[in-house]
């Protein structure tokens, strides 16, 4: 089967370009119309969506469903959470007071959940997980950062205002690099096969030409006691 985790990373490299830029509000230097002036008051439903665009490639990058069907279940129950706040937000449907923190802790919720997710399938011996744990750990503590500057529990500054955007394209980075680890220990694991099948089937080519050695020893054999029994009949009838 065909391994899509690859073509959902692209999209989450342009969920995460298209987020910096309306987290920063430097999408209006760009693109100034109705859309992007929407979309730059609603930068929490940008979040949940780079959120969910992120736990979508979590999903398929660890095969969540075949190897962590637990964890699984748990993360497309915080898809739910985050379609369902995503389309409060979006439709400024959540009280005003409470948007922000129910978006932050629904986002950062879910990210230490794909954490998780990742750790765990790295304890479970899934080699290609331990970049991804790396990105993901990344993530949490810029996202962290990046969430207690927005609430004013510490103070803003150009590191926590730019934290977050940091974050993702390391995590962004560390993702691309987990995705040729991943395509490195498939081809191991397919060169593997392939060599296990070689050694068998030479080892059973081996053992049908011992049967045939033996086989044609036996002919030879029997050959041999036809000619000398048609030898002793032919001296008995002289």
Known sequence: TKDL?????????????????????????????TLTRWVS?????????STLCVGVFTQMFLEAGRRIASINRLIQASFIVQVLVGTLTSANLLPVIAEHPIVYLTCFASMCLYFYA??????????????????????????????IAKVNLIPSN?????????????AAALFSVALVDKRRVY??????????D??????????QNVRLDIARKDAIKASH??????ANISHEIR
């Open 158 to 170: 150009n590191f926590t205002g730019y934290c977050l955007q940091g974050g993702a394209f390391l």
């Open 41 to 49: 008051r609603h930068a929490d439903t940008g979040f949940i969506f």
């Open 5 to 33: 985790s690859l073509l959902v990373y692209l999209g989450v490299v342009l969920t995460a370009i298209s987020f910096e830029l309306i987290w920063s509000g430097h999408s209006q230097f760009f693109f100034e119309n």
């Open 187 to 196: 081809l191991e694991s397919e060169v593997a096969s392939a060599t296990k």
């Open 225 to 230: 006691i036809k000619s000398q029994f048609l």
């Open 118 to 147: 990742g750790l765990k399938s790295y304890l479970n011996h899934y080699q290609p997980a331990k970049f991804f744990v790396l990105a993901w750990g990344v993530m949490v503590c810029a996202s962290f950062i990046a969430i």
């Open 198 to 207: 070689l050694v068998n089937n030479l080892e059973l080519i081996e053992e």
